[in-house]
């Protein structure tokens, strides 16, 4: 495929849209339910370090909701813009979808928002609470309609296809619930609570590293780690089960993360390499033999289809960018449970809040999480090429009947937008991190910052520890 066609620069132009997209809502969804603890732990110990740390990741939350919305009407448009066939075609099943989204989701969180925001003393603290409960399940909703969508286009069931082309819905709980939501569902969730914890990790362990504020980055480092133990090691296990299911339902797929050409029983474990798509075979391949089987099927003399299964026009035209995307991501999880078992090591040593090469070690593996999640869906949505909806419609039936330079225009004038509106906001991100939380005269028993008498875990953690 040429890179000046209409269809490909489009797919660029979503790609690039959706990727600034996908990384503010996963951090809303994540520090959402972060707030919602600490606004619990404050209402339990009535400790006011817990309002403080809660008033000043509130403002991050927000902007982060901000740009979340801003970027979500862009890529609506495109749907009319670009993927105008896609619209007609599918829209019977999408459409509802989506909207029950900003219905069940959007309106509730946008509506409780405000008083998150500016109600701490208009509302009784329990009223207050529960505002910060009902916007993070509002998140959770808006991920479970969007994720729905997203599956279906991967799983196709529940519906019928006229003489007309387009599609009608049959069965609304099989559209919904469709055979690989579950996985997708639990995967993307466990993802932007990671995401969350390892950025308020970062931020809480370079402020102690800087000695600011550190009896509020002991609450924040001990949260986000907690997290890690937990739920990295979680995360493995569904994104196995993710991968059996894929395995079952886009086999192709599995052929071109795996960069395999030929069908095989006992599978080998391609650990590195380039899968070179004229050639149709991996170059430079490290492997392990029989692993491949073992993980993808859990027998070692699986059969696992290779991509010269299936006639080129149905493989995917990006295999080396779902190769090395696929492993990236998987990198990024097993750096994460290794931060897990380190901070248990710290734990242990009683050195978690004083361990500089631990803290330095938080700061830089902090953004990862933001990598993993673009990776995942590139991983995603090129496997799935070169099919918008699996199996049954192709990209290039989605397109409008648009020119490369509406395309190409269109693009270059994202790119300048977005580096202006999301270079503005994530400037003024780090600023608010610079600038620091807010803190009570409370403090002066410890010491400014904490530094004289550091708050204990005991004292964090009065009635629960």
Known sequence: MELLDPVLLSRIQFAFVISFHIIFPSLTIGLASFLAVLEGLWLKTKHPIYKE???FWIKIFAVCFGLGVVSGVVMSYQFGMNWSGFSTKVGNVLGPLLSFEVLTAFFLEASFLGIMLFAWDRVSPKVH??????VTIGTIISAFWILSANSWMHTPVG???????????TDWMEIIFNPSFPYRFFHMLTAAYLTTSFIVAGVAAWYLLKGRYTSHARIMLTMAMLMAILVAP???????MHGLNTLEHQPAKIAAIEGLWETEKGAGLKLFGWPDQEKEETLYSIEIPKLGSII??????????????WPKEQRTDGVALVFWCFRIMVGVGLIMSLTGVLAIIQFARKKIFTSKPFLKWCIMVSPLGILAILCGWITTEVGRQPYVVYGVMKTIEAHSPVTVEQVLIALIAFFVVYAFVFGAGVYYIFKLISKGVKIGDWIEMYGKHGQKHPISIADIFPKTF
């Open 296 to 309: 993808l099927a859990h027998d070692i003399d699986a059969e696992i289809k290779g991509l010269k299964h």
């Open 53 to 55: 740390i809660y008033k």
């Open 159 to 169: 519906f019928t296809m006229k003489e007309d082309g387009v599609f009608y819905p």
């Open 129 to 134: 609470f529960i505002s910060t409960l009902v």
């Open 234 to 240: 979680m995360q493995i296990m569904i994104g196995d």
